[in-house]
């Protein structure tokens, strides 16, 4: 079975300093693998994406994330907070390959990370 | 481009009402998935649509349902509603492809049964 794992329900970081926000990840075969944010009362934005290649991919706003296959992880960063980034983040994986079921997401049960001024 | 767009935006229903939900996905997207989304359960899938056909399905009891149409707009419905089916439901479409497309979400309907 798929899941997603977010290890800390809650991530306070100062603004200015790096923040770091935890997933790992279970599957069959490769993963495909996403980081959404949702702001209050809203849906999902889309940040990145890891399908295959480097290891290390940006995204938006200055986002990026680390895909560890040995540690089954795929961690959210970002080198500067700013009190902007204060939101509900989501790590989602899909099975990719031959073992791919279309569009259908697996999501983790995110993380709400604060940046204080 | 306009985005997934979701309406009604807010609903109040009475239990053992019915309610249809819409998702009009962005332009040349053919994948519509719909999500519901609870403190307690987080995020979890419903069903995917993809030309008209449904592709894959979650755990769900039957009084969830969905269609799309040919112009892939989509709709889900639920019947008999049942207080623990407050909630936001979540339309995302995406491109066809093997799995390695982002999904785009809508703003979602928020769904209060009383």
């Known amino acids: 079975a798929q899941s997603v794992a977010q290890p800390e329900d809650q991530v306070n970081v100062a603004e200015g300093n790096p923040l770091t926000v935890k997933c790992t990840y279970s599957?069959?075969?490769?993963?495909?693998l996403f980081w959404y944010v949702q702001y209050p009362n809203r849906g999902l934005q889309f940040l990145l994406k890891?399908?295959?290649?480097?290891?290390l991919v940006k995204g938006s706003y200055g986002f990026e994330a680390e895909f560890n296959k040995s540690q089954t992880s795929f961690h959210l960063k970002k080198p500067s907070a700013l009190v902007s980034d204060s939101a509900l983040y989501f790590c989602?994986?899909?099975?990719?390959?031959?073992?791919?079921?279309?569009?259908?997401?697996?999501f983790g049960q995110g993380t709400e990370l604060s940046v204080k001024p | 481009k306009a985005g997934v767009t979701q309406t009604p935006r807010y609903l109040i229903k009475t239990r053992g009402q019915q309610v249809t939900l819409s998702c009009s996905p962005i332009s040349g997207h053919r994948s519509v998935s719909w999500y519901q989304q609870t403190p307690g359960q987080g995020l979890q899938f419903l069903f995917e649509?993809?030309?008209?056909?449904?592709?894959n399905k979650g755990n769900f009891p039957g009084r969830f349902s969905g269609r799309q149409f040919s112009n892939s707009r989509s709709e889900m419905n639920v019947s008999t509603l049942e207080l623990g089916d407050s909630a936001l439901y979540l339309c995302?479409?995406?491109?066809?492809?093997?799995?390695?497309?982002?999904?785009?979400f809508g703003q979602g309907t928020r769904l209060t049964v009383v």
């Open positions: 649509y993809f030309s008209e056909t449904q592709r």
């Open positions: 989602a994986v899909r099975r990719g390959g031959i073992y791919n079921q279309g569009g259908k997401l697996i």
């Open positions: 890891y399908i295959t290649g480097d290891n």
């Open positions: 599957v069959s075969g490769n993963p495909y």
């Open positions: 995302a479409s995406s491109l066809p492809g093997q799995g390695d497309t982002e999904a785009f």
